[in-house]
């Protein structure tokens, strides 16, 4: 993984990614399947990531009787002005697979923004779990090391970048692959419906082919630092790969 992306070019990866993720899973699986392209609104307080529930609900009854009153005696008291927060309109798209034939909803593929995993986080879980609770296959790219991870009641285990596989069948049991900077990026299972196998997505020709359709290699800021840091470690190890293909060009 090129750890310069997420810093510098991590949305127009995104958006590129989905359309060569889509392209490799539609020669795969059609006619059996579609591969759409679809946009998931979040709306977010821009002062705070938590999402806020009432305290009191109001729905609208018939008065009764013991609570007409023709006049009032209470006393008159002034308002207070304040602020509503600012509400942001934030939209990811994301990859649907559909069953052709009738249309239903099988999997659905989300690639992780710095949104979904910062202040949006508690939306993106809200969404998240609207898909869960329908039978519906849900995989997460999450191709970031910034933020926060996806939760999970055990510990993960170490990485730098994970792909969970949630199948519908097998929940709360989710599949995670987990690997570091230094490794390639793994091919990884997206499941379909139960009569037919997985297709399989190679992670690492995605990223290829987004790098080299993009001309990153040539758009990227190589001097800049790396957002965010490495360890001292990953960055030694970097500088040695930079200076490397810099001194063969």
């Known amino acids: 993984m090129d750890p310069f992306l997420e810093g510098q070019k991590w949305r127009d990866f995104h958006t590129s990614a989905l359309y060569v993720t889509r392209r490799l899973l539609t020669s795969l699986l059609k006619p059996r399947y579609s591969v759409d392209i679809e946009d998931s609104v979040y709306l977010q307080e821009e002062s705070d990531d938590d999402l806020r529930f009432p305290d009191i609900s109001v729905s609208l009854h018939e008065p009764e009787a013991a609570f007409v009153s023709s006049g009032s005696s209470a006393a008159a008291i002034e308002p207070v002005m304040y602020t509503l927060p600012n509400v942001r309109r934030s939209r990811q798209r994301r990859l649907e697979i559909h069953d052709h034939e009738t249309r239903r909803l099988v999997t659905v593929i989300e690639i992780l923004s710095p949104t979904n995993k910062g202040r949006g986080y508690h939306d993106y879980l809200a969404k ?37 596989v949630s199948r519908h069948q097998r929940r709360p049991q989710v599949e995670v692959y987990g ?44 001097q800049r630092p790396v957002l965010p840091p490495l360890t001292a470690a990953d960055a030694e190890w970097v500088r040695g790969l930079v200076q490397g293909w810099r001194g063969g060009r």
């Open 128 to 164: 998240r779990d609207e898909v869960l609770a329908q039978a519906v296959h849900l995989v997460e790219w999450d191709l970031l090391r910034g933020g926060r991870r996806l939760p999970t009641v055990e510990p993960l285990h170490a990485g730098d970048y994970y792909t969970f």
């Open 179 to 222: 690997w570091t900077l230094r490794e390639p990026l793994p091919a990884v299972p997206v499941p379909l419906d139960g009569r037919d196998a997985d297709a399989v997505v190679d992670l690492q020709a995605v990223l290829n082919a987004v790098y080299d359709e993009s001309g990153y290699d040539a758009a990227l800021d190589y």
